[in-house]
């Protein structure tokens, strides 16, 4: 293996070098494995009590006061997404990891089934079971939240997996540390040595993907990287689930009722696609407003007036943004409003362009996501253009629809064009935040994420990590204790067709 | 498109011409997949019970006795597999339209959940959602339960999809007039018309893989023909899922303990990987006997005693089982009891041959599928090399463990072996019946199928068909049913996290 032996650390604020982050030995990345291999039955066996112990103990440790101080300082010198956003996130990614050990321990997610037995067969019972050791590639803009101790790395534990994440080249430094404190909380906890191991570099994720020990893969980032693990993973002997969560452009669409209150959407618009610099997997990436409704101008006072510069995370998300912005402009968008960056470091002009709704048809470069603080403006002639348009859209993690209130005959029927081309519809809110709760759905048809019928964000994440296996005739000691007669977890479960609520 | 203008339909108790069936042509295809674009939404919007009252159709036109007559009658002339054989497959895919029609309208599987607003959002609700239309490929070898009508279709439509299933090359004839009551039935009940379309041809089934209007296939069949629609499916622009559903060595492991009732386990062995010529995916063709037991001889003796040649469904299966059997010897495998086929028609003889357990590594050509009345058995010298070869045994739909009984040790840990490398795993009882009951698991790891977190047959076959959508601060009348505050479908919801047993 051709190694990078270090990963460069940069302030985006400056571009000057923070440091540097080792790379992963081939030796290292095969221990990482292996020791996930090892300890696989180990995690799988516990009970999701134990399992919620231990991502409870790396929850308080993250949270421990010296530690968040420096793991956030150290964010904010490599990401430069601020201390005030960072805290919040830390927060929220520890709030994260007692969400799911919470999931996992309330147990729905094991689909645990009994049927009796009949003259044609013994009783037949399910249950879902750990797939083993997964690979989490981290996101870059939610270091915290989605990163090496994100929601994938949360939900695999919690659903019995051992994970092997890699460090992310945007901040190398804090996933390395990230990485120190999971591995020494976790053996605070008692969990297995394995449970959690980090590698780093470029090589060290292709093998993650190609190793014969891991049984699948999360992602969180662009379509091209999440892409390109998906299709190592697809010419592997045996294929294995890459569950990958892409950047996509999410709609808005402002009905003629919601356009009424123009300034309000515009400076709802302006906030939510500008916030952390625009690098949400969310943002909302296109307004489709009523023609006529003058958002191009509302939006565009709103950014001249309060539009606050920002850095990007790289260098690279730098050139592709000011790119992204140019071949908007070749593919027929026009600049209606533009605030440059902070002078030094990494950014991008927070960029509003306006394009004519009939560009916007399939494969059209306007529809392709530009990461940053850049959105689209489109004025749709009538309801018909409207339905055109949504009907060209590719498939996007979330929509939003602005309207005039619950009683919007617009927002109804622009909730079921939306619904089927996205994860998530929300109305008179806008999509950006993504709520760690039971009914989220983050997600999307293709190409939002590689796997539509799943979700990296809410209970659902933890299925997954998961694989049914039916038991037919099992005597009852040898089954898993999920399905064993006196149902020591407690679990909720179906027996006979009917759910039986757990104690 | 260049297409076979028909399909000719064989006898293979003589390899005759029955007859011809007519491919679609490109307009046809085209149309079928035009129509069920056009009905999806009724479809989907359809509640559960009425969906039901199409299945409960259909399975009543099935059974109708002078169209059973007709059918079992044309599917004996074109399989061979025996009007016996084939009345109970009738009733049991009219079994099968029924249950999925009583899961459909239980309606767990839209896993309703209700999340109460907070201060930093409004309430989040989330429900599945049906794909859209869905190209089935059914199999060969059960023309009724797993054919254009089999657990595909049955669960697609209880999920809420249009099915355009393709008909089978190996029975033309009956795939065609299956089409037929279908159309009437469904017709008869008030379903849309395109819920469900019939084409053939080769070219037919590979414009439904790349048609964009195709949102997911099934398939049940080899892994030649499943790999290659899936990956069809993969070069899409918008790659769609592929549920395949492939043949697979499925081992049975005879405990020392089991090994004391040779005799009883030696019949049973015979009787299952004989049953319908050895044409099951779940046919046990791998026993793993302890060294010494005389488990060759013993099954040697049964199969001499009581073999009832039988015919296999196409020219094409005689000739693979032919070289199947010859790979199988040139690989290492000995011939220890060879049963002729009969005289006339397409057939292959009952073969049972030893092979060194020291073989069954990965990558063998001995743990290659011959589909057929072939298997194999191999003596283990001690659990450890009995754990060895289980370790190496790629993924496959079922197991079996043979024991001495409930307190039998060494079934429990074979239990514990096999489950990780299967989708069902049963003990004393034969993998080959595939009961159709809320816990049934038909699929398994990579390559027993493309999806092996799916199921093909079980109450969770619906699940294949759906993608989840969240609902954010969407005014109640805009919300599908299932999330309606009024709960309209009285289904069983999470609501703020807990489960709410529907009325």
Redesign the interface.
Known sequence: MTTTVTTTSYDPRTGQVLGEARSSTTAEVDQALDLATRCAAAVADASPAERAVWLHTLADHLEEPATAHELIALADRETALGRVRLTAELARAAGQLRFYA?VGD?G?WL?A???AS?A???A???VE?PL?PVAVFGASNFPFAFGVLGNDTASAIAAGCPVVAKAHPAHPLLSERLGEVAVAALDAAGAPLGAFSLVAGFDAGTALVVSRHTAAVAFTGSQRGGLALWRLA?ERD????VFAEMGTVNPVVVTPGGATRMSEVAAGFAASFTMGTGQFCTKPGLLLVPAGSGASAAVRAVLERSARPGWLLTGQMAAEAHDGIARLVRAGGQVVAQVPGPEQGWSAPTTLLEVPAAGLTGGSQLLEECFGPVALVAEYADAAELATVLGAL??ALAASVMSCG??DPD??AA??AL??R????????WPT?V?V?????H?G???AT?A??S?SV???AL?RF??????????D??LPPALQADNPWGL?R?V??V?E?GP
């Open positions: 919470k309330e729905s689909g089934t009994l049927d009949t044609m067969r013994p037949l019972a399910r079971q083993g697809n045996v294929v294995i689930p590719p498939g619950p009683d927002a109804a909730v079921r619904a089927p996205v994860g998530r519809v929300a109305v008179d809110d935040g709520a709760d039971w009914a989220q759905q997600g048809p293709w190409p590689s539509p019928a979700t809410g209970a659902a299925c998961t694989r049914p296996v039916a038991y037919q005739g099992v005597p000691h040898a909720t179906r006979a067709g759910l609520v």
